[in-house]
């Protein structure tokens, strides 16, 4: 006699672990979200907020029921989508109307305070206070002065504040920090720095003040002291100026270009900025500035060059190598196609690297071997055909490895139907088996010379964009826009992310424009069929 019980029992037993999963699920997200809210509401990221908060209302309703059975399958894709390709563009497009960057970052608020506190002075009774440098993680070494807190501890030894560029010292909580021998050497949540690893980034610390008062502030004086000091600027908060104690300069809020400063009656600001929306300022200078907008062109002109250059020579190599070795007539074809594909196998920026020593002009491989004595990177002219070279070197594996597929779907009986026909071997290659060839591979074509139309790397480390004109270092010869908006966001000169997120946008727009036109063409190819 058979029981009826057994599957009721097994089928809730098997239920049991997935009912166990989805708890743990949900109760880390809740977690994650409870934990990550605050932090991003006191920092008001309130785009991040919203893709949080969406995505954990959109885990506890799907994953919280047996039903939307389709939609647990699509989230996870659509998240990733979200976080790592719409949220950036969206960001870059916010950024590209404000005028963020250097000097440029924070609020009004903050930039005063920043003003204010470098402005310290040291008195003959300042007092000094033994200081403590921590991070929030690991140290990194980095130049931006606000990812420092200052951990202080008065003459008593037992009364410790902590502060920072943008925050005023404020008394630390004890339970949250170790004091010994009169310093601080743990604190809750950060990293304490070393004496030398404060040495590394002294530079950036020396000129921060801790405000400690409406007149007065610490200073760094070495790797492990700081002194309060005066400040010599003082910010009148109605009548929205800043007056310098010593001279009695005046500086008021001015617009100068597009951004406004703190600025006297003779002209002469204060460097520190704040973030500001500009409108359509950083595109109507892309493409009314006459210097910038041929350099743009130019750019422009030469990624067209680099990009449709790079495909077409990998493309023609790789497939008359793969032509070659689909012959069946050739013996030993799985030991050339293995070989074939080494430069294939060795990581692109470890290749890019080698070769940049191969074109050095006095004791580069290039030159020794053949007799030359070729300023490879310091000729414009000689610097392209080098990128164009080292860059058919890396992807003609590529275009081998697809062409060689491609040409083995081709059905046989087509071949030997143009062979009956008359046709030789090379118009057989040209006139059947390339169109059909091009059917399988076009799209990828495409997405190559997109790919190189945005190729940082291959720019960057082998020719960092040289050579420059005299005196011009925003665009060199052989970069490409992309390389050229890493230079505007990260040069020398100064960071300027507003400028270079709308050099971007527009890069994006001729990216997409490009890649629609080129699948408009291509579409014509599916006649072959």
């Given at each position: 006699m058979t029981s009826t019980k057994a599957p009721g029992h097994a089928s809730r037993s098997?239920?049991?672990?997935?009912l166990l999963a989805r708890i743990l699920l949900l109760g880390?997200?809740?977690?994650?979200?409870?934990?990550?809210?605050?932090?991003?509401?006191?920092?008001?990221?309130?785009?991040?907020?919203?893709?949080?908060?969406?995505a954990a209302v959109a885990i506890f309703v799907l994953y919280s029921t047996r039903r939307f059975v389709p939609g647990k399958y699509i989230f996870p894709g659509t998240f990733f989508l979200v976080v790592f390709l719409i949220v950036p563009i969206v960001l870059t497009v916010g950024y590209s109307f404000t005028n963020f960057g250097d000097a440029k970052r924070g609020t009004k608020e903050e930039a005063i305070a920043s003003i204010t506190s470098?402005?310290?002075?040291?008195?003959?009774?300042?007092?000094?206070?033994?200081?403590?440098?921590g991070v929030v993680g690991g140290f990194t070494g980095s130049d931006d002065p606000e990812e420092y807190t200052f951990f202080f501890v008065g003459r008593d030894g037992s009364t410790v504040t902590e502060g920072s560029a943008t925050e005023p010292a404020t008394t630390a909580d004890p339970g949250s920090v170790t004091v010994t021998n009169g310093r601080v050497t743990a604190a809750d949540g950060f990293?304490?720095?070393?004496?030398?690893?404060?040495?590394?980034?002294?530079?950036?610390?020396?000129?921060?003040?801790?405000?400690?008062?409406e007149t007065t502030a610490l200073r760094p004086q070495?790797?492990?002291q700081a002194f309060e000091g005066t400040k010599t600027l003082q910010y009148d908060e109605k009548a929205d100026t800043i007056t310098d104690s010593v001279n009695g300069t005046v500086y008021s809020v001015k617009k100068v270009g597009t951004s406004e400063y703190f600025v006297d009656e003779k002209g002469d600001r204060l460097p520190q900025s704040w973030l500001q929306g500009v409108g359509g300022a950083n595109y109507l200078r892309l493409f009314t500035d006459a210097s910038i907008g041929s350099q743009f062109a130019r750019a422009f002109g030469w990624t067209l060059v680099f990009a449709a250059g790079s495909v077409g020579l990998t493309f023609l190599v790789g497939f008359a190598l793969a032509l070659?070795?689909?012959?069946?007539?050739?013996?030993?074809?799985?030991?050339?196609?293995?070989?074939?594909?080494?430069?294939?196998?060795?990581?692109?920026?470890?290749?890019?690297?080698?070769?940049?020593?191969?074109?050095?002009?006095?004791?580069?491989?290039?030159?020794?071997?053949?007799?030359?004595?070729?300023?490879?990177?310091?000729?414009?002219?000689?610097?392209?055909?080098?990128v164009l070279l080292t860059n058919l070197w890396m992807g003609f594996p590529y275009m081998f490895i697809i062409s060689t597929g491609?040409?083995?779907?081709?059905?046989?009986?087509?071949?030997?139907?143009?062979?009956?026909?008359?046709?030789?071997?090379?118009?057989?290659?040209?006139?059947?088996?390339?169109?059909?060839?091009?059917?399988?591979?076009?799209p990828l074509l495409v997405a190559s010379f997109a790919f190189n139309f945005n190729n940082f790397n291959a720019i960057q480390l082998l020719t960092g964009g040289g050579p420059f004109p005299a005196g011009q270092y925003t665009r060199g010869a052989t970069d490409i826009i992309i390389s050229m908006v890493y230079r505007t966001a990260f040069g020398g000169s100064g960071a300027d992310f507003g400028f270079a997120s709308a050099m971007s946008v527009a890069l994006f727009v001729l990216t997409g424009v490009l890649a629609a036109v080129q699948f408009r063409f291509t579409a014509r190819l599916e006649d072959v069929n």
């Open positions: 098997s239920t049991v672990p997935a880390a997200v809740l977690a994650v979200t409870v934990w990550i809210a605050p932090v991003m509401i006191a920092q008001q990221q309130w785009l991040w907020l919203a893709v949080l908060l969406l470098n402005s310290v002075q040291q008195t003959p009774d300042s007092e000094r206070q033994a200081m403590s440098v990293t304490i720095l070393t004496a030398k690893q404060v040495n590394q980034v002294y530079g950036t610390l020396k000129d921060v003040g801790v405000e400690t008062g070495g790797t492990t070659v070795l689909n012959d069946e007539r050739l013996g030993g074809r799985r030991i050339y196609r293995s070989i074939l594909l080494m430069p294939y196998a060795v990581p692109g920026f470890i290749a890019l690297l080698v070769w940049s020593n191969f074109y050095n002009r006095d004791f580069g491989l290039i030159n020794q071997t053949l007799h030359l004595h070729l300023d490879w990177f310091g000729d414009p002219t000689l610097a392209k055909v080098a491609a040409l083995q779907s081709i059905p046989k009986d087509v071949l030997e139907a143009a062979r009956m026909d008359g046709a030789s071997r090379l118009q057989a290659t040209f006139k059947v088996v390339m169109p059909l060839l091009l059917v399988a591979v076009s």
